[in-house]
């Protein structure tokens, strides 16, 4: 078989194009990009009267996989009656130096948001943020604390759409859920 150069010019030029067309289909800014791989999720919870910042992180060891997150590390004890102004990092510390995935998440607005649902003593959580359509994103948020002592959790999800739409009015996950991690707080008199 004969070979010519032409024949090898549309053969590479074929091939690029298939490239092309496969990064394309990786783009994790498009609708249904890839979701992100999350190994830490720390929050920080200020409080608005001032006072030094609340700080606990929740490790998984495998992002979003089989394996349990670990054990909460720091304490999130609210004082009653306290508001704070929160902040939330995600971050793949499986990658040298970790990688701040909070970042994309939010360059990639439209396609995430972290939902808080609260179990247990009397706080309520209230997203600060919104991505380009005005939809809830939720990587700051505010915390109230009620008048009552006690104890509870809170769960955080970072949910990606894909396939489904991102419905600003929803009040749980209804794409794919990148981390789902529980912290749990007290609040104290």
Do not use: W
Request: aromatic share 4%; glycine share 10%.
């Amino acid at each position: 078989m004969h070979i010519t150069s032409r024949r090898i010019a549309s053969v590479l030029a074929a091939a690029s194009l298939a490239i092309t067309a496969a990064a394309c289909g990786e783009s994790s800014t498009a609708p249904g990009g890839e979701q992100e791989l999350i190994s830490r999720v720390t929050l920080t919870l200020t409080p608005q009267a001032g006072g030094a910042p609340l700080t606990a992180y929740i490790d998984d060891p495998d992002g979003n996989g089989p394996q349990s997150p670990t054990a909460q590390v720091g304490t999130l004890a609210l004082q009653a009656g306290a508001t704070y102004t929160g902040t939330i990092l995600f971050e793949n510390r499986l990658e040298t130096p970790p990688e701040n995935i909070t970042e994309e998440v939010e360059e990639e607005a439209d396609e995430h948001r972290v939902y808080y649902t609260v179990s247990g003593a009397g706080v309520t959580v209230t997203t600060l943020d919104t991505d380009s359509q005005g939809r809830p994103l939720g990587l700051s948020y505010r915390v109230v604390a009620g008048a009552t002592a006690g104890t509870g959790q809170l769960r955080v999800v970072l949910c990606h759409y894909d396939d489904a739409p991102k419905v600003g009015s929803s009040t749980s996950c209804q794409g794919d859920t990148d981390i789902d991690v529980i912290f749990g707080y007290t609040i104290a008199n």
